[in-house]
């Protein structure tokens, strides 16, 4: 692969860093998929981004965006922004509780999944630790 093809080296571009973040991904996305000869790259490259506004979004959470990713990738199966039902709660307790709940599911999954190729030695090291906690 040309160095100049490659999606990473347009983040090195002055441009780039002039964009607002849902053109910077759409951007990144697009070079993605022109890469592998994808036949759908020339419609993400004409379409415009637009901020969809969910009843459970956060303005001042910077640290839970991976969750809120796995969340929609999970719940949402092509419907409207009304439609959709994500699971999370309205109120910011509530949500906080929701958010700290799948972090742990998804951080588990994630660990325990077969194709983790530290899967194994994360295990043994469970082990060991579990039994040293039972040793105090």
């Not at 969809?52 to 922004?81: P, Q």
């Not at 799948?102 to 039994?131: C, D, F, P, Q, W």
């Amino acid at each position: 692969m040309d160095v100049k093809e490659s999606p990473i080296q347009q983040i090195n571009d002055d441009n780039f860093f002039k964009k607002t973040t849902p053109y910077k991904v759409k951007d990144v996305f697009t070079k993605y998929l022109k890469l592998f000869n994808n036949p759908k790259y020339p419609q993400i490259e004409n379409a415009l981004p637009h901020r969809l506004d969910f009843d459970w979004k956060t303005i001042y959470n910077t640290v839970d965006y991976g969750v809120f990713v796995m969340r929609h990738m999970e719940t949402w199966f092509g419907v409207t922004v009304e439609k959709w039902d994500s699971g999370f709660p309205l109120t910011h307790t509530a949500k906080k509780a929701c958010l700290t709940r799948l972090r742990k599911k998804y951080a588990v999954k994630l660990v325990t999944s077969n194709v983790n190729m530290h899967r194994n030695r994360i295990m043994a090291e469970v082990v060991e630790y579990g039994m040293a906690c039972e040793l105090g």
